[in-house]
């Protein structure tokens, strides 16, 4: 088929010559347009911040500066609020697989008796819901508001990744396989430890990152449920730094003063930018080759 | 305990002949498959209380709610909260708001992935592909804050980049997010631009799963490219596209609050006020918890019931749906 493909290359018609120059183009617009952005704010985090204001900055970095990353070191609250999201990710992220991971094994197995019963419960969760206010006082009445586990359990499972998950134990756990464990007298236990887990690596990525990344760029349940600051994850201290800041900006101050705070939370912006979102841009493309793999095997048997 | 095993899987090959045997062996296979039953409980008891258990207080709906009394024991008060909910001034600009902007997301953001799938597919492996897609999955990580604080970055009237290029034509800089006839461009380029490659992937799996000999025997009738995609991808991924149009059209009115919310400003708040942000409003900032769930519920019923429709459409004309 490749061969095929490849000699029908240099033979092509003119029309499929003409259309892959266009495809070409196309992807290459979208391309910049989608990269231009992102390549413009770490441009800008190490430029000299006067020039990004005078929009002299376009491409390359204008005066190598990084006082903007010197202003994310000093400001306690991005740390704080760091080690805060790291700490909720974990954790979450810990709870969500070791909750979602046996119970799509359990979906997966036709002996289950009141699978279709169970499956449809779950699965009609994602069509209707109580809604914020229900949800809201459910939490409050367990006590868990202002805590870590407000922004933990109410979540901890994603109808979604449990529903891919189960498919990928249903399409790649071979039934012949657990025969066999049967037949050695291997327990459900001892065969999802032994057996599934390790054929799980796939899946387990791509689950794994849907809800680090999810966790990680969360603020919603922070804002409604955290009263003390020093429980804010990152998103919220960003949110004061990105969104909010210019309306704090007008508080007084003479006018000098208000030109240089002005300038020391643009500089920041870049920076803090850079800062929490860099660890996700990282860490994805290692686990991109999943994604195909785990959206078909959701959207074939999901 | 071998031949237990063997039985029971027989009775599940087999099923509907040996009726007999499975009324007993029900309790048998229960008692077998417990441990899978341990592997199932916590998430069993997750959904109760955490999806169930607000299901139970959407009954505030229909209460005044008192918070002494708790949701039990606060009075009934029938539609009140629905009526008052329809009665309010604000009703037709919320529904008409969110009706407008999630409509506009669909039209606008559905095909795009679709045809970006469709054209990355004809690069088979190249590393140009690689990287296309590398660099278009790349905004669906970045949160939905970071996203709003670089739309302020770009959009700002002094020193965006956008306004930089509009005073190159000589124009006056625009102060775009305050503006209310902007807001919903922006809201739904902005989505375009950071999901379409993601919710590409979806499509690009489907088109993966195509048949090489269909192609072969394509290209052997002589037929281009062009009639290649669309007398073999698009057929073959169709069924995959009408179930995504169908959840779309399910989640019509649930537009997600953050984003909208983090827009919102005094001075673009005539458009970008949305049904999910007056329910967190109403209801959280201002307490009125019984309202705000009627104005929750109102909107999911309407999703619910948009959802059972449009599959009940897509079943009729394609034979493809949701159940």
């Known amino acids: 088929m490749r061969a095929l493909i490849s000699s029908d290359f240099r033979r092509q018609s003119k029309g499929d010559k003409l259309f892959d120059i266009m495809n070409y183009i196309i992807l290459s617009v979208i391309l910049l347009v989608v990269l231009y952005p992102l390549i413009f704010i770490v441009v800008a985090s190490v430029s000299e911040p006067d020039a990004v204001a005078r929009g002299e900055v376009w491409l390359l970095p204008v005066g190598l500066n990084i006082d903007g990353y010197k202003e994310v070191l000093k400001n306690t609250d ?34 289950l008796v009141g699978r279709n019963l169970l499956m449809g419960m779950i699965t009609f969760t994602m069509f209707f819901g109580g809604g914020l206010i229900p949800t809201y006082l ?32 249903v399409s790649n756990i071979p039934e012949e396989l657990f025969e066999a464990g049967q037949m050695d007298g291997c327990s459900y236990f001892k065969f999802f430890f032994s057996v599934v887990l390790p054929l799980a690596k796939p899946i387990l990525g791509v689950i794994v990152l849907m809800y680090a990344v999810g966790h990680w760029n969360s603020y919603f349940n922070a804002l409604i449920y955290l009263r003390d600051r020093q429980l804010y994850p990152l998103q919220v201290i960003l949110r004061e730094i990105l969104i909010q800041q210019e309306a704090s900006m007008s508080m007084g101050g003479s006018a000098a003063s208000v030109m240089e705070q002005q300038r020391i939370a643009d500089m920041l912006k870049y920076g803090v930018i850079i800062v929490s979102t860099l660890p996700i841009l990282c860490v994805y493309p290692f686990i991109q080759k999943y994604f195909v793999k785990g959206m078909m095997i959701g959207s074939v048997k999901g | 305990m071998k031949g237990e095993v063997k039985e029971s899987l027989t009775i599940e090959g087999i099923n509907g002949e040996v009726v007999i045997h499975q009324k007993e062996s029900i309790v048998k296979r229960l008692l077998k498959t417990w441990q899978l039953y341990v592997f199932i409980l916590p998430a069993v008891i997750y959904f109760i209380i955490f999806c169930y258990g607000p299901m139970y207080g959407v009954q505030l709906a229909f209460k005044d709610y008192n918070p002494v009394a708790g949701i039990m024991g606060s009075e009934w008060i029938g539609f009140d909260n629905f009526v008052r909910f329809f009665k309010s001034y604000q009703f037709k600009q919320l529904l008409e708001n969110t009706l407008i902007l999630s409509l506009y997301q669909l039209i606008a953001g559905f095909p795009i992935p679709i045809i970006l799938a469709i054209l990355l597919n004809q690069l088979r492996g190249s590393k140009f592909k690689k990287l296309v897609q590398t660099v278009t999955y790349a905004p669906h990580f970045i949160s939905i804050v970071v996203l709003v604080g670089m739309l302020n970055i770009f959009l700002s009237p002094r020193g965006g980049v956008v306004n930089q290029i509009i005073q190159l034509f000589g124009q006056e800089p625009i102060l775009f997010l305050g503006k209310e006839e902007y807001f919903r461009h922006i809201y739904v380029l902005s989505g375009v631009w950071q999901n379409m490659g993601w919710n590409a992937i979806i499509y690009l799996a489907a088109l993966s799963g195509v048949s090489p000999e269909l192609h072969e025997a394509a290209i052997m009738d002589g037929a281009s490219k062009i009639k290649r995609i669309l007398h073999v991808d698009l057929p073959a991924i169709l069924p995959t596209v009408m179930i995504i149009l169908v959840m779309n059209f399910g989640s019509v009115m649930s537009l997600g609050f953050e984003k909208a919310y983090l827009m919102q ?9 949305i049904i999910a942000t007056y329910v967190y409003k109403m209801g959280l900032l201002n ?24 599959n009940k459409v897509s079943k009729k004309i394609s034979d493809i749906g949701l159940w």
Do not use: D
């Open chain 1, 138 to 169: 459910l939490v409050s009445g367990l006590h868990l508001n202002n805590t870590m586990w407000a922004l933990i359990i109410p979540g901890a499972i994603s109808v979604y990744n449990l529903i891919i998950s189960r498919s990928y134990f």
């Open chain 2, 265 to 273: 400003n005094s001075q673009n708040i005539s458009s970008s006020e």
């Open chain 2, 287 to 310: 307490a009125q918890y019984g309202f705000s769930t009627a104005v929750g519920l109102f909107n999911s019923v309407i999703n619910c019931t948009l959802l059972i429709i449009v």
């Open chain 1, 78 to 111: 991005i740390w704080q609020g760091y080690a805060n999201t790291i700490k909720y990710t974990v954790t979450g992220t810990l709870l969500n697989v070791c909750l979602t991971i046996p119970a799509a094994y359990a979906l997966s197995r036709k002996e």
